[in-house]
């Protein structure tokens, strides 16, 4: 089935540094979704992509849809502590008219102030 | 605007009983997800409604699951007999499609735990 190989599993990086993170797919897809999630609660939404080679910003946080329709990036300027929690990747498949996402393994970060 | 919300948050079931679960979605909406997670995974797909359309449900939905959005707002998720196995989060997710765009929301889960 389709899968998405989502990386680095973790991070723990000092307060103020850039991070980085990706999701890989051999699977084509319409939609690239970026969500954060803290213990205990639903996935929040951070960006999303809707087109490939899109480029899109949402204050520190940048995201590219892949050319290829199958990757895409997220890019956190200056961390901070709030920072902190899981962020997964999540794509809409191409194939078949489905709605549903398919979710990375998710990417746990831990800032250190 | 209220987002997604879940009802109960918390669930806490012996082996056998049933259990439902209720998810309102951000009003207007016209689709409604499911999904589950389990401990240190991503959320996994389980079955979508388009207004009272149950469109696709996914093989993780075994005979013992059931799911309704029975005037296409609220929706219920129903596990019958639980398992051990069943214990997850149960994410409920609704979304407005508008041409080839489509961007899920999130409610806030409900944590089952079956003993």
């Known amino acids: 089935g389709q899968q998405l190989n989502q990386s680095p599993q973790s991070m723990f990086i000092q307060e103020g540094e850039d991070v980085s993170m990706n999701c890989t797919s051999s699977?084509?897809?319409?939609?690239w979704l970026w969500y954060k999630q803290e213990p205990g609660e639903g996935p929040v939404l951070l960006i999303a992509?809707?087109?490939?080679?899109e480029l899109t910003s949402n204050g520190r946080l940048t995201a590219q849809f892949g050319i290829t329709r199958k990757d895409s990036f997220l890019n956190i300027s200056a961390s901070i502590p709030s920072d902190v929690g899981i962020y997964f990747c999540?794509?809409?498949?191409?194939?078949?008219?489905?709605?549903?996402?398919?979710f990375g393994q998710g990417t746990t970060l831990q800032v250190k102030p | 605007d209220t987002g997604v919300s879940q009802n109960p948050r918390h669930k806490i079931t012996k082996r056998g009983q049933n259990v439902t679960f209720r998810c309102d979605p951000i009003?207007?909406?016209?689709?409604l997800y499911w999904y589950r997670q389990t401990l240190g995974q991503g959320p996994e797909f389980l079955t979508y409604?388009?207004?009272?359309?149950?469109?696709?449900k996914s093989r993780l939905l075994s005979d013992r699951f059931s799911a309704e959005r029975p005037k296409g707002s609220f929706s219920t998720l129903e596990i019958q007999r639980t398992e051990q196995g069943d214990s997850a989060m149960y994410l409920c997710?609704?979304?407005?499609?508008?041409?080839?765009?489509?961007?899920?929301?999130f409610g806030p889960g409900t944590r089952l735990l079956v003993l």
């Open positions: 997710a609704s979304s407005l499609r508008s041409g080839s765009r489509e961007t899920q929301y």
């Open positions: 699977s084509i897809f319409n939609t």
């Open positions: 992509l809707y087109k490939a080679g």
């Open positions: 999540a794509g809409q498949p191409g194939s078949g008219n489905t709605g549903k996402l398919i």
């Open positions: 009003s207007e909406h016209n689709r």
């Open positions: 409604f388009q207004n009272e359309a149950q469109l696709e």
